[in-house]
Protein backbone atom coordinates (compact mmCIF):
# COMPACT_ATOMS: atom_id res chain seq x y z
CA UNK A 1 0.00 0.00 0.00
CA UNK A 2 1.31 3.41 -1.00
CA UNK A 3 1.92 6.04 1.85
CA UNK A 4 -0.57 8.56 -0.15
CA UNK A 5 -3.31 5.84 0.06
CA UNK A 6 -2.44 4.78 3.62
CA UNK A 7 -2.66 8.95 4.60
CA UNK A 8 -6.43 8.95 2.69
CA UNK A 9 -7.57 6.35 4.75
CA UNK A 10 -6.50 7.30 7.97
CA UNK A 11 -8.26 10.56 7.03
CA UNK A 12 -11.08 9.22 6.16
CA UNK A 13 -11.34 6.87 9.29
CA UNK A 14 -10.05 10.50 11.41
CA UNK A 15 -12.84 12.02 10.06
CA UNK A 16 -15.18 9.30 10.85
CA UNK A 17 -14.34 9.52 14.68
CA UNK A 18 -14.70 12.95 15.39
CA UNK A 19 -18.61 12.69 14.35
CA UNK A 20 -19.17 9.36 15.91
CA UNK A 21 -18.58 9.38 19.66
CA UNK A 22 -20.41 6.53 21.47
CA UNK A 23 -21.79 7.48 25.05
CA UNK A 24 -19.57 4.17 26.45
CA UNK A 25 -17.22 2.14 24.40
CA UNK A 26 -18.48 -0.73 23.84
CA UNK A 27 -15.79 -4.10 24.23
CA UNK A 28 -15.40 -5.79 20.83
CA UNK A 29 -13.31 -8.35 18.92
CA UNK A 30 -12.66 -7.82 15.40
CA UNK A 31 -13.21 -11.24 12.87
CA UNK A 32 -11.11 -9.62 9.59
CA UNK A 33 -8.91 -10.16 7.03
CA UNK A 34 -6.16 -8.41 7.19
CA UNK A 35 -4.79 -6.95 4.45
CA UNK A 36 -2.86 -3.94 3.92
CA UNK A 37 -5.09 -1.39 4.38
CA UNK A 38 -6.53 -2.75 7.30
CA UNK A 39 -4.52 -1.30 9.85
CA UNK A 40 -5.96 2.36 9.94
CA UNK A 41 -9.29 0.28 10.17
CA UNK A 42 -8.69 -1.40 13.25
CA UNK A 43 -7.02 1.59 14.96
CA UNK A 44 -9.86 3.73 14.04
CA UNK A 45 -12.57 1.09 15.99
CA UNK A 46 -10.00 0.76 18.66
CA UNK A 47 -10.49 4.84 19.23
CA UNK A 48 -14.20 4.08 19.50
CA UNK A 49 -14.47 0.84 21.13
CA UNK A 50 -12.46 -1.46 23.94
CA UNK A 51 -10.49 -3.69 21.20
CA UNK A 52 -9.80 -6.67 22.60
CA UNK A 53 -8.43 -8.47 19.78
CA UNK A 54 -8.45 -8.92 16.25
CA UNK A 55 -9.01 -12.50 14.96
CA UNK A 56 -7.44 -12.41 11.79
CA UNK A 57 -9.08 -14.66 9.18
CA UNK A 58 -5.54 -17.55 8.38
CA UNK A 59 -6.17 -17.54 4.52
CA UNK A 60 -5.68 -13.52 4.15
CA UNK A 61 -2.94 -12.19 6.35
CA UNK A 62 -0.18 -9.69 5.32
CA UNK A 63 2.45 -9.79 7.25
CA UNK A 64 3.05 -6.21 7.76
CA UNK A 65 -0.65 -5.46 8.27
CA UNK A 66 -0.42 -7.77 11.26
CA UNK A 67 2.73 -7.01 12.72
CA UNK A 68 1.60 -3.18 12.92
CA UNK A 69 -1.54 -4.12 14.08
CA UNK A 70 -0.23 -6.24 16.79
CA UNK A 71 1.47 -3.05 18.56
CA UNK A 72 -2.09 -2.05 19.19
CA UNK A 73 -4.06 -5.18 19.80
CA UNK A 74 -3.34 -8.88 20.45
CA UNK A 75 -3.85 -10.81 16.97
CA UNK A 76 -5.11 -14.13 18.31
CA UNK A 77 -5.69 -17.21 15.49
CA UNK A 78 -8.84 -17.56 14.30
CA UNK A 79 -9.76 -21.21 13.84
CA UNK A 80 -12.91 -23.68 14.20
CA UNK A 81 -12.03 -24.92 17.21
CA UNK A 82 -11.63 -21.50 18.55
CA UNK A 83 -15.58 -21.29 18.17
CA UNK A 84 -16.48 -24.79 17.56
CA UNK A 85 -18.75 -25.37 20.66
CA UNK A 86 -20.40 -22.49 22.97
CA UNK A 87 -18.06 -23.59 25.52
CA UNK A 88 -14.93 -22.99 23.62
CA UNK A 89 -16.13 -19.56 22.35
CA UNK A 90 -17.12 -18.38 25.92
CA UNK A 91 -13.74 -19.66 27.44
CA UNK A 92 -12.20 -17.58 24.54
CA UNK A 93 -14.46 -14.62 25.63
CA UNK A 94 -13.97 -14.86 28.89
CA UNK A 95 -10.08 -15.20 28.51
CA UNK A 96 -9.83 -11.51 27.12
CA UNK A 97 -13.12 -10.04 28.70
CA UNK A 98 -14.57 -11.50 31.29
CA UNK A 99 -17.50 -10.09 33.07
CA UNK A 100 -18.03 -7.48 29.91
CA UNK A 101 -21.00 -7.02 27.55
CA UNK A 102 -19.28 -8.01 23.65
CA UNK A 103 -19.96 -6.87 20.45
CA UNK A 104 -18.37 -9.07 18.01
CA UNK A 105 -17.30 -7.18 14.55
CA UNK A 106 -17.08 -9.19 11.49
CA UNK A 107 -16.29 -6.73 8.76
CA UNK A 108 -18.50 -7.01 5.18
CA UNK A 109 -17.35 -4.26 3.62
CA UNK A 110 -14.25 -2.74 1.86
CA UNK A 111 -13.29 0.31 4.09
CA UNK A 112 -11.69 2.24 0.90
CA UNK A 113 -13.56 5.31 0.16
CA UNK A 114 -13.75 6.29 -3.04
CA UNK A 115 -13.81 10.33 -2.18
CA UNK A 116 -12.95 11.92 1.25
CA UNK A 117 -15.04 15.44 2.02
Known amino acids: ME ?3 RARLDSYFAKIMTQVVPGERPTCFMVT ?3 PERPSFV ?3 SSLSRLRAVLPKPKSIDTTARREVERLIPCDALSRE ?4 PEAALEYFESRAAGEY ?3 LRRLFRAVPTRVV
Open 3 to 5: SFE
Open 33 to 35: HLL
Open 43 to 45: HAV
Open 82 to 85: LFGT
Open 102 to 104: LVL
